[in-house]
């Protein structure tokens, strides 16, 4: 017994070797682009980390967190957990005075292990897979972060998209452990509840995840399906959504009218023209958010196979239905997705069904090996083409890995090309969106509940201010760190003044309200910031001052 068990053995252990090989992969690429990317108070890191981590100091602080429109809250509490058990022993008031004072190091402490839980799903995702598809096909599963680099570029930063990776990872697994024999018939229950807590905790973590938690319908509906399996996943997935979003149930009112909102205009964020859908602009965002090749190409793919088994079963011809469905499951989840998303498009809300596709590409993969086994020339070619094409995705995901670094790696230093510091004299005036720590505070402590202000006013340097229009488009208001401030008493309090920001036009069009006789000494760019000055130049060397 022992000589034949111990091969069986050493194909296990050298399988678990090979299938942490790209988890860990993840982790250095993930790490390595965050330090490519710079502080997280840089223009393009800013919004919405700094909102995440005062609002995890929100629930330290056991008051209702602030930002509740993604509705973002597992972000919110997983990072007040963070940062009690690194400090197990210091109470909330000594743990808050520690995070403003140093922000930086405890959103890289949330950041890592937000990327570690990723790569640990990544590790029981490639166990699961290995079971059902050996070895080459489970590598190709862990292929999911980097599928896409929006993907990867999200799955480190401090936001909902980063759980929305090991969410959409774990109810890939579940999805993939249904597959075992029988395994859901006698457990189906079990099965609905697992499915509907990753559905709750999904849902809470960001609402445009909710089409891809369609999938599980499919896998449930198997042979032997039964009505309380849904009545069961539902009501999981309800009581998981009111858990995990229990710190913000004070906000429970104001979140529903923001979904509300949402659903009655044509525009973003629920602006624009009554309806739900322009529906003049509506195909091209359907259209855009199908321009990814490694989306659409493999959900062409799907479909053709979908079409095929269905074909063979009419005829007769048996195909593995855990499979079929399983595969259904992921077309019409991530169609829905597109079409939800649509709306307003941007391929960031996209994450959740990108990272379902390697799910797909598998079982294409193996779908296609079943339906063409009575053709030994096809048959043959479908074994190494995985493993061929594991090894293309392998290197040409490694190159985009590459690229993604080489351009946060510009953007960072392209930012920090014209240093704050040398305008200490000057009333530094930031715009959306500028790369500044004190305007990341500023702007973080404003849209959670402006619960720090006066902490922050006490360490950070008082001549930091923001131009906000943050809620209302068509005005600015000057902001120190207690509140609104007359921006006249404060261009008279200071030599010269500085602008800076990204967001130009709309400033350069109503900042001459705010400001009459508006006028510049200088004007220089950071980037795609640009840097705006009066009574200084962009070296900040003096100049006479040019500005009332």
Known sequence: MLNQATPSLDRDLRAWGALVVLPLCYVAA???????????????NLDPAYFYLLDALNVLNLTAPGVIYHPGTPVQWLGALILKIASPFTGAAAITDAVLAEPEVHLRLISTVFVVLNGAALVVLGRIGYRAFGVPAAALLQLAPVISMVVLKNS???????????????????????????????????????????AGFGVATKITALP??????????????????????????????????????????????????LS??????????????????????????????????????????????????????ATPAGEVRLLAGIWVA????????????NAMYMIPSFVLIPLAVVLVWRLAGGMLAGRPGAARILGPGLAVLLAVLVAAQGYGVSKLGRELGRDHKAALSIDNGRFDRC????????????????????????????????????????????????????????????????????????????NWRPMDRLMPKVVPGLRFDAQCKAGKETIAAAGVDCDGRAMPKGMP
């Open 334 to 345: 991530q169609l829905a997705q597109v079409l939800l998303v649509a709306k307003q498009p």
């Open 212 to 261: 891809v938690f369609l999938l599980p319908l499919f896998v449930l509906g198997g042979r032997g399906g039964r009505l309380g399996a849904f009545v069961l996943y539902g009501v999981s997935a309800a009581a998981a959504f009111i858990l995990f979003t229990l710190p913000a149930a004070e906000s429970y009112v104001d979140m529903i009218g923001y979904f509300t909102k």
């Open 427 to 502: 009333a530094r005036i930031n715009l959306y969106a500028s790369s500044s720590l004190s305007f990341a505070l500023m702007l973080g402590d404003y849209v959670t509940g402006s619960r720090f202000s006066e902490r922050l006013a006490a360490i950070r340097p008082a001549n930091d201010y923001w131009l906000e229009h943050w809620w209302d488009q068509s005005r600015l208001v000057l902001r120190g760190w207690r509140g609104p401030e007359d921006i006249t008493q404060v261009l008279n309090r200071y030599p010269c003044v500085v602008y800076r920001g990204t």
């Open 30 to 44: 993930a790490l390595w682009a965050r330090e490519a990317g710079g502080p997280f108070w840089l223009w393009y």
């Open 264 to 317: 009655q205009g044509t525009g973003a964020y629920g602006g624009g023209a009554p309806g739900f859908i322009d529906w003049a602009r509506y195909p091209e965002g359907v259209a855009k958010m199908f321009k990814r090749p490694a989306f659409h190409v493999v959900f062409v793919l799907s479909l053709v196979v979908l079409a095929a088994a269905w074909r063979r079963r009419h005829a007769g011809g």
């Open 156 to 198: 480190y930063l401090v936001k909902p998209e980063a759980l929305l990776l090991v969410t959409t990872v774990a109810l890939a697994s579940v999805s993939v452990l249904s597959l075992d024999a029988g395994l859901l018939e006698r457990r189906r229950n079990r099965f609905a509840v697992a499915f509907g807590v990753i």
